[in-house]
């Protein structure tokens, strides 16, 4: 793991709700996320398609909040991540929405999440990932070894900035951390 010193301690976490913005990349990003940062709970977002009901007693213990990807307003999970976002709390999100397929362009940021940090008010803490295992579907990525690197950068306050200006500055810092496209390791992307 890199960039431990830029988790903020509990005492800035007791204060603010924290966003963690991760580039999504296979399916154990969550879980190589939250083992990287075992000190606090991190909710997680997912698409509601990737819910599989023989895992549903784990989606049901890790407090998963489901979103209906079918390009519909999804009013019921803005309300349960607005929810869970008051000081103290962390919510884990992936802006792409989806894992880009190898060697696609880099995929667009969802509106969202800036809505997300500009309303909840919350820190956003950026989180890059880089060598998990390519594989067909996100759930074989699970059975794959990899070197994945976590890379902790520093947080962001965007008290005051528009969701639009959020969601732009967010994409072009994530580029600039993956390369263009998720394909550089954090430490040469600096």
Do not use: C
């Amino acid at each position: 793991m890199e960039g431990r010193e830029n988790i903020p301690p509990a005492a800035v976490r007791a204060q603010r709700p924290l966003i963690v913005v991760v580039n999504h990349t296979a399916g154990l990003d969550p879980i190589v996320v939250q083992v990287a940062m075992p000190r606090f709970f991190i909710r997680w977002v997912m698409g509601e398609d990737m819910r599989l009901a023989i895992m549903e007693p784990i989606w049901r213990f890790v407090e998963i909040i489901t979103v209906d990807r079918t390009g519909k307003a999804d009013h019921g999970a803005l309300r349960e991540m607005f929810g869970h976002l008051k000081p103290g709390k962390a919510l884990g999100v992936f802006p792409e929405g989806r894992i880009p397929s190898k060697g696609e362009p880099p995929v667009p940021f969802q509106a969202g999440i800036g809505l997300l940090v500009a309303r909840s008010g919350a820190l956003v803490l950026p989180v890059v990932l880089s060598g998990t295992p390519r594989t067909e579907s996100a759930w074989a990525s699970l059975g794959k070894t990899s070197r994945t690197v976590v890379s902790v950068q520093p947080p962001i306050d965007y008290t005051g900035r528009k969701a639009s200006e959020i969601v732009a500055d967010l994409q072009t810092r994530f580029r600039a951390w993956t390369g263009g496209a998720g394909s550089t390791p954090p430490s040469a992307a600096r």
